[in-house]
C-alpha cells in the first residue's frame, strides 16, 4: 500500500465549479500535511499547509481529519488558471517529504 | 530575494556515466532535500543535507550521494548511471530549526536528466 494515496484524475471541470481532491495516508504518526500544486513539468509550489481546525485561503480550503487518516482541498469557483496537477504530502515528523502521485485538474473554459 | 537555483536545466548521459547536478538553496535557508521525480509519479525522497552532513537517506542505492557546502549550495552525484535514472530531480531548501522536525520546503526548477 503506498504511504500516500491520490485519486490521480484527470478531473475535468467547468469554470466555476467547484471541484475537491481527496488524500489518505498510511501512517498515522504523521505530523504535518501540505497541499502542492505542480504545472506540467514545472516544480512543485507549496499551495497551503493542512492544519487540523481546517483552513482557508481564497478560494482553496484544507481539511484534515487525523482520525480517518484523510486529507482533502476543496477549490470553489474554479479559474482556467487552476489546471495543473495537485500533490498531497505528508511529513511524518521526519525531514522527508511523502508525496502522492498526485491528483490532474483540468479546468474547461 | 533569490530563490532555489539549480544547474543545469537538462542533461543527456549514456548509461554508466556519472552526472554532478547542482543546487543553490534560498537566501535564508540551511538544508537542501534531494528528490527525484519519474514521469507521471510524485517525487521520491532522495536524501536531505544539514550543515554539511546527509541527516535522512530515502530508500536510493549508493549510487547516489551528495555534498552540501559551507554557503549551503549542494551537489547530487549518481554514478553507474541506469536508464531508469532518467527523471526529474528536484532540489528544495528549507529553514531547519531545532525541535521542529516539519516544516515547509521550497522547490528549485529541477533538473531534467536523460540517460540513453
Known amino acids: 500500500r503506498k504511504e500516500v494515496e491520490q485519486d490521480p484524475g484527470p478531473f475535468n471541470v467547468p469554470e466555476g465549479a467547484t471541484v475537491a481532491f481527496n488524500c489518505t495516508y498510511s501512517?498515522?504518526?504523521?505530523?504535518?500535511f501540505f497541499w502542492y500544486r505542480q504545472d506540467c513539468r514545472k516544480e512543485p509550489k507549496l499551495l497551503m499547509s493542512v492544519y487540523s481546525s481546517g483552513n482557508e485561503d481564497g478560494r482553496f480550503t484544507a481539511q484534515l481529519n487525523r482520525a480517518s487518516q484523510y486529507i482533502s482541498l476543496l477549490i470553489r469557483d474554479s479559474k482556467l488558471s487552476d489546471s495543473a496537477t495537485y500533490l498531497c504530502?505528508?511529513?511524518?515528523?521526519?525531514?522527508?517529504?511523502?508525496f502522492g502521485s498526485g491528483t490532474r485538474l483540468q479546468v474547461q473554459p | 530575494d533569490a530563490g532555489v537555483t539549480q544547474s543545469p536545466t537538462h542533461l543527456i548521459k549514456t548509461r554508466g556515466q556519472q552526472v554532478t547536478l547542482r543546487c543553490s538553496p534560498k537566501?535564508?535557508?540551511?538544508?537542501v532535500s534531494w528528490y527525484q521525480q519519474a514521469l507521471g509519479q510524485g517525487p521520491q525522497f532522495i536524501f536531505q543535507y544539514y550543515e554539511e552532513e546527509e541527516r535522512q537517506r530515502g530508500n536510493f542505492p549508493d549510487r547516489f550521494s551528495g555534498h552540501q557546502f559551507p554557503n549551503y549550495s549542494s551537489e547530487l552525484n549518481v554514478n553507474a548511471l541506469l536508464l531508469g535514472d532518467s527523471a526529474l530531480y528536484l532540489c528544495?531548501?528549507?529553514?531547519?530549526?531545532?525541535?521542529?522536525?516539519?516544516?515547509?520546503?521550497?522547490f528549485g526548477p529541477g533538473t531534467r536528466l536523460t540517460v540513453t
Open positions: 537566501s535564508g535557508h540551511d538544508t
Open positions: 504530502v505528508v511529513n511524518t515528523g521526519r525531514r522527508a517529504l511523502t
Open positions: 528544495a531548501s528549507s529553514l531547519f530549526r531545532e525541535g521542529y522536525l516539519s516544516y515547509e520546503q521550497y
Open positions: 501512517n498515522s504518526a504523521s505530523q504535518s
